[in-house]
């Protein structure tokens, strides 16, 4: 039951992140190969898209 929880955490924060990366200010391009990052690798695409999307970038300029 717990990995079916985990699954649909992961499930809604990838439709989160995927909403996030088509209302941004990128290209058309960015915004598709950030989508198929996601898609293709669930988790690892959402880690990757937390730490180096937009709020990433914020992040380490601080």
Not at 17 to 30: E, I, R
Not at 31 to 40: E, H, N, R
Request: a positive charge; aromatic letters at 12%; hydrophobic letters at 60%.
């Amino acid at each position: 039951m717990e990995y079916g929880l985990i699954g649909l955490v992961i499930l809604a924060l990838d439709i989160w992140a995927l909403l996030s990366v088509w209302n941004s200010g990128a290209t058309t391009g960015v915004k598709i190969a950030w989508t198929i990052g996601i898609i293709v690798f669930p988790l690892i695409g959402l880690i990757v898209w937390f730490l180096a999307g937009p709020r990433g970038n914020r992040a380490t300029a601080l």
